[in-house]
């Protein structure tokens, strides 16, 4: 019986209404297309997910293998074992420079967790909250499924992808409850500058409104410097500072990540914790606490790999007829604009998936402020990289004549 039977022969349940407002990140979408020509014989590049072609470093890998030998694979604190809080709060008191302690960290599996949590525990029906456009899809989705009102900070190509600082302003009213930031930002590879962060800063402070700072490129960085809020003056009580270990440390598939927070909301989050998910492996984090503490000689080596890497699909992509593309300055992805083509994101997207094999992204996945773009990821070998701009080059070509 295939699934289309048997989806006829079923009754549907009764959804309750708040999952209307509940969206998906289409990279997965794109990701299961190419899978299923994958399975048909074709040959598919994947440019379309945000994740390291790298393994996790050895010495992160052998800390996980002896803590499953030695049986740490039992419940543990919901917010997360205290060696590995202990090791994130010094992390990010270095990093940041400000004094953190363990009891504001929040462990979670994976990063995406605190923005689901953080957004439940802070909005509900009648609030609003600011976020970046072209942005992560999850932050509207979840501001949906909360039942507040997302309004998009749009980010455009003429600005560097960074937002205008009077256009935020405007957007503030007295239902404004959270701010969404991302930098190094996705899908653009946008660096905020620090008079950016600042302006939000200062409104948050002014108006008592809680930051959601989503830094999990925030290593990952070519040109300018990374700001978070949490290190400006007076922000720690606005800050909720959002990272994880997927793109730093190629851990994807590990789930880590964790938020650091107020204390009393913490305390909140960490119930969230306790009523879906229960607790995050402490093997797992037993490998997190490697990857903070032990040798980081694995993640220079993969910015640097990520530099060359942009270099070349900088250049290549300038070539094509259609296409403009300007270097980003952080994360590891491109956002060329492809309005001259004179086709749609989706379009494009779409097109080079079935002619050329490429699977990337319509900017138009990240909101209404992408269209015109396509998010490709360079987190993929050069030799991969090559042979799909060859291929988009030749498609293209195709299509012209």
């Not at 953080?118 to 899809?137: H, M, S, V």
């Not at 979840?142 to 998009?152: H, Y």
């Not at 094509?320 to 994360?331: E, H, K, L, N, T």
């Amino acid at each position: 019986m295939t699934i289309q039977n048997l989806k006829s022969e079923i009754q549907n349940p009764r959804l309750a209404q708040r999952m209307s407002r509940l969206g998906s990140e289409t990279a997965f979408d794109v990701l299961a297309r190419a899978k299923a020509l994958e399975a048909q014989g074709r040959e598919i590049i994947h440019l379309e997910l945000g994740e390291p072609d790298f393994l996790a470093a050895p010495h992160v890998t052998e800390a996980a293998m002896q803590a499953l030998q030695a049986g740490d694979t039992r419940y543990n604190n919901a917010a997360g074992i205290p060696a590995f809080r202990e090791a994130i709060a010094r992390h990010i008191s270095r990093t940041r420079g400000v004094d953190i302690q363990p009891e504001q960290v929040v462990v979670t599996p994976g990063a995406k967790p605190i923005m689901f949590f953080a957004i439940l525990a802070l909005l509900e029906a009648g609030d609003e909250a600011i976020y970046p456009n072209p942005g992560f899809p999850i932050y509207e989705s979840m501001i949906n499924f909360a039942g507040a009102k997302p309004v998009p900070l749009p980010l455009r190509e003429e600005s560097a992808f960074r937002f205008n600082a009077n256009e935020f302003r405007a957007l503030l009213t007295e239902r404004t409850r959270l701010i969404i930031l991302n930098s190094p930002h996705n899908p653009s590879g946008g660096v905020l500058a620090r008079q950016d962060v600042e302006a939000i800063a200062e409104a948050a402070r002014e108006r008592d409104i809680m930051v959601l700072s989503d830094e999990v490129y925030n290593q990952i960085i070519y040109q300018g410097e990374h700001v978070s809020p949490l290190s400006l003056s007076g922000m720690q009580p606005h800050t909720i500072l959002l990272d994880g270990f997927s793109k730093t440390y190629a851990m994807g598939g590990w789930r880590l990540g964790y938020g650091v927070m107020p204390l009393e909301l913490a305390e909140h989050v960490t119930k969230l914790v306790i009523n879906s998910n229960s607790c995050t492996p402490p093997f797992i984090q037993r490998a997190g606490i490697a990857a903070l503490e032990g040798p980081q000689d694995q993640v220079a080596e993969m910015v640097a790999a990520f530099a060359e890497r942009r270099e070349l699909i900088v250049d290549r992509l300038n070539k094509i007829p259609g296409f403009r593309c300007v270097p980003s300055p952080g994360a590891f992805y491109v956002f060329p604009n492809i309005t001259q083509t004179g086709m749609s994101s989706k379009a494009l997207s779409d097109y080079l998936l079935e002619k050329a094999g490429v699977a990337l992204l319509g900017g138009d996945s990240f909101g209404r402020y992408g269209e015109g773009y396509l998010r490709i990821s360079y987190a993929n070998s050069m030799d991969n990289i090559r042979a799909a701009l060859e291929r988009i080059e030749r498609a293209m070509r195709e299509r012209a004549e």
